[in-house]
């Protein structure tokens, strides 16, 4: 069986550099916010050529500080994709905010440039974009549509470490971006961890603030903050892998282009290939009609699959209020999407089954 993810099997390779660290940490004493999150913030900063990274709990953390750090009037409204993780969307109800959802383009799976402005209103602060499955979104259109409405940027960048978009990283691309170093994504701890970036300076003393209950200087509160901080040894974690960031992206890359060359299916929708080389890959999501058809076919030939995401938001019980809303281009994607494995476990044996085996189907 290839599973479509085995998370022990990706950290195998680090497994004594972490264990390293881990003795290291130990003889430390010191647990939360210490010099192993400041060296990640500064290196992964530097990585991906920002001035400020403040590390943050998790990522859904990490995108409600940003909205909580520019002080928005309450119930303001925030563009963002009706096609996405539900935490983005929780992001902004979390902070008080009203989301506003802009339907993707079919064929990236990203908000459509063309379909923001008409959604726009006095009442608009941000648009937050997502960039899904480590595909980055079309950030000069959006970026000229924020600076001709005074609208803030903040990225999702959440499964895009290591993404290009026009020779910059994603995290540099608008104002403030989110990250999640969840062990699933392409930059994964050992348990939950966040970051920040911001080229604002103000914003990111804001972020510190909020991160640690609105306390610069012990027992002072400026605001009403969080506890959300960063320990010690996930960023001890993460400082060994974000050297290997570079490299596990290029496998991504090159099984990508392997599925990209090679599945010939007409019955499977593929992802777009014009930027294989800047795409992080996180997800290699394909369409299909049936898809429980397809994912049982390929379950029964040893390949398991996952979906992202089976539930459009507008349609989770949790959003009931925007239950009689629609949006058919999101509501057909979670209908046919169906994701392939892609890590840096595969063998090529394994990528070669998984890519004979999907052009088989009929
Ligand atoms: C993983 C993810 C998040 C949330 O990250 P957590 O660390 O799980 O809170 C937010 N947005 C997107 C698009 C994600 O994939």
């Not at 060296?39 to 909205?67: M, R």
């Not at 009609?289 to 029964?300: C, I, N, P, Y």
């Amino acid at each position: 069986m290839i599973p479509f993810l085995n998370l022990k099997k990706i950290n195998e390779p680090y497994e004594s550099e972490i264990k390293d660290v881990f003795s290291k940490f130990l003889d430390t004493g010191w647990y939360v916010l210490g010099k192993q999150v400041e060296e990640f913030e500064n290196a992964f900063a530097k990585y991906c050529g920002s001035n400020n990274c403040i590390g943050v709990a998790n990522g859904l953390d990490a995108l409600e500080i940003i909205l909580k750090s520019y002080d928005f009037p309450p119930y303001s409204e925030i563009i963002v994709p009706s096609n996405t993780y539900i935490a983005s969307i929780l992001s902004i109800s979390n902070a008080g905010l009203k989301p506003v959802f802009v339907e993707p383009e079919i064929r990236s799976y990203n908000i459509d440039p063309v379909r923001i402005e008409e959604k726009i209103t006095e009442n608009t602060k941000a648009i937050l974009v997502v960039h899904l499955y480590g595909r980055a979104c079309e950030m000069d259109e959006i970026n000229a549509i924020a600076k001709k409405n005074n609208l803030k940027v903040i990225e999702d960048a959440a499964q895009a470490h290591g993404s290009v978009y026009g020779g910059s990283l994603a995290g540099t691309l608008g104002d403030a971006a989110a990250f999640s170093f969840y062990p699933t994504k392409n930059l994964g701890a050992m348990g939950d961890a966040g970051a920040v970036l911001t080229s604002d300076k103000l914003i990111a003393e804001k972020v510190k603030l909020h991160r640690n209950y609105g306390s610069k200087v012990k027992y002072q509160n400026e605001v009403k903050g969080r506890n959300s901080r960063l320990d010690e040894l996930q960023a001890a974690i993460l400082n060994v892998k974000l050297r290997y960031l570079d490299n596990d992206n290029l496998i991504r890359r090159t099984i990508a282009k392997s599925y990209l060359s090679n599945i010939t299916n007409p019955m499977v929708i593929m992802p777009l290939d014009d930027r294989v080389n800047e795409d992080s890959w996180h997800l290699f999501v394909v369409r299909v009609q049936d898809r429980e058809r397809f994912r049982s076919f390929l379950s029964e030939n040893g390949i398991g699959t996952d979906i992202h995401y089976p539930i459009a938001p507008h349609k989770q019980l949790a959003y009931s209020e925007l239950s009689k809303t629609s949006f058919p281009i999101s509501e057909q994607i979670h209908k046919e999407v169906v994701s392939l494995p892609l890590n840096t476990a595969l063998t090529e044996t394994e990528i070669n089954h998984i890519i004979n085996i999907v052009n088989l189907y009929k």
